[in-house]
C-alpha cells in the first residue's frame, strides 16, 4: 500500500499514542493532533509532525488533516465517570462530527473511526454479542455508550455522503502506558487492596493496547467502508479475571463476592452521592454493568484484522511493570 501520511487525534492518550507509534514502527508518516498544554510523554522515541489543535476546533482540524491519506480518530472523552455529561457528549458526538467535516473537505482516503464495545447491544442472556447488535441501553443509564452510538449515527451520515470510514469498537484495553488509569485501574486496585477489592457476578470482555493498534491500521489498510469491527482477545468472568491479575502481580486473589441482588441498591447509593457533589471513584453505571455478562463476539475482526498476538497474562504483566516504572506503584 506504501508509505501514508496518517493524522492521530487523542496521539497523546493511551490508545492514540500506541496507534501513532505501530504507524511510525511500519514506516508511515505520522502527525498528530494536540494542544499546546498536552503532556506528549506516551510519545517518546516516535517521530511525528505536531498538529496544535484540538477536535472541537473546525479550523485546527482543517490544518491537521490537510494532505493526509489516513485519519485516525482517537480522540474521546472515556473516563466518563470523571466528566460531566455535556463535556462527553460535546467531545464525544460534535468532535467527531466535526474531524469527519474536515477529513472530508481535505480529501482524506479513509477515516478509522475509534468507537468502542460500550457502542454494541448487550444481550440479557449472556451470549457474547457482535456487530449486528445496536446498542440496547437507556440512554440515562449508560451515557458514555449512548455518547458513542450518537458518534456512530453521525459516522453512518458520513458514509451515506460518501466519507470512506471504519469503525473499530474496542473492549476494556489493558497494556503499559495507561496514563489516565481507565482499564488498568484493575491492576492497581488489586494490587493495593488484595482480598479487599469486591467481586461483581458478571463478566467483562479484554485486550491489549499493542493488539488494538495493530488492528487500527489493518482496519485502513483491509476493512470494509462502513463496517464495524469489535477489537477484543478474552470473554472472562469477574471472578476470573480478578484471580487472574491477583496471580501474575503478586497480590493476594480477591474473594468478597457482590450478591446480584445489592447491585441496584449499591447503583442508587453512588447516584445519590454524585447528586450531591461528592465524587465517588466509579459511577452508577460500572455497578449496574458489572452485574451483567459483557461478552463480544470477536470472530469478525479476527477474520479480517487478524488473531491477537498479546496474551492478557503478558498484557496484564506489562501493565504491572509499567506502573512499577513510572512510579504508580
Known amino acids: 500500500m506504501g508509505i501514508m501520511q496518517a493524522l492521530v487525534t487523542g496521539g497523546t492518550g493511551f490508545v492514540g499514542a500506541h496507534v501513532a507509534r505501530e504507524l511510525a514502527r511500519q514506516g508511515h508518516s505520522v502527525r498528530v493532533l494536540h494542544r499546546a498544554s498536552s503532556r506528549r510523554d506516551a510519545l517518546a522515541g516516535v517521530t511525528y509532525e505536531s498538529a496544535l ?4 476546533d473546525l479550523d485546527s482540524l482543517r490544518r491537521a488533516c490537510a494532505g493526509c491519506d489516513w485519519v485516525f480518530h482517537v480522540a474521546a472523552v472515556s473516563a466518563y465517570w470523571r466528566t460531566d455529561s455535556a463535556t462527553m457528549l460535546d467531545a464525544n458526538v460534535r468532535g467527531t462530527q466535526l474531524v ?3 477529513a472530508r473537505e481535505a480529501g482524506v482516503k479513509r477515516v478509522v473511526f475509534t468507537s468502542s464495545a460500550a457502542a454494541v447491544g448487550i444481550r440479557d442472556d449472556g451470549t457474547p454479542a457482535d456487530e449486528g447488535l445496536a446498542f440496547n441501553q437507556p440512554p440515562g443509564r449508560f451515557l458514555y ?22 469503525t473499530v469498537n474496542p473492549v476494556v484495553i489493558l497494556g503499559p502506558g495507561d496514563i489516565n488509569q481507565i482499564a488498568g485501574d484493575f491492576v492497581i486496585q488489586i494490587k493495593k487492596l488484595g482480598w479487599q477489592v469486591p467481586v461483581p457476578p458478571g463478566g467483562v470482555a479484554v485486550t491489549d493496547v499493542r493488539d488494538v493498534a ?4 489493518a482496519a485502513a489498510e483491509r476493512g470494509a467502508t462502513g463496517e464495524r469491527y469489535i477489537l477484543g482477545s478474552e470473554n472472562y468472568p469477574h471472578h476470573y479475571w480478578f484471580a487472574l491479575v491477583a496471580d501474575v502481580i503478586g497480590a493476594v486473589r480477591p474473594t468478597l463476592p457482590i450478591p ?7 447503583a442508587e447509593m453512588i447516584g445519590a452521592a454524585r447528586a450531591l457533589g461528592l465524587k465517588p471513584p466509579i459511577d452508577a453505571d460500572q455497578i449496574r454493568l458489572s452485574g451483567r455478562k459483557l461478552y463480544f463476539d470477536h470472530n469478525k475482526a479476527w477474520s479480517t484484522l487478524g488473531e491477537p498476538r498479546i496474551p ?3 498484557s496484564i504483566q506489562d501493565t504491572y511493570d509499567w506502573y512499577r516504572a513510572t512510579g504508580v506503584l
Open 53 to 56: 489543535g484540538d477536535i472541537l
Open 100 to 102: 469527519l467535516q474536515a
Open 145 to 166: 455508550g449512548y455518547s458513542k452510538a450518537l458518534a456512530e449515527r453521525v459516522v453512518g451520515e458520513a458514509v451515506a455522503a460518501g466519507l470512506d470510514v471504519v
Open 214 to 217: 495493530r488492528w487500527q491500521i
Open 260 to 266: 446480584p441482588a445489592i447491585i441496584p441498591v449499591i
Open 312 to 314: 492478557m497474562r503478558q
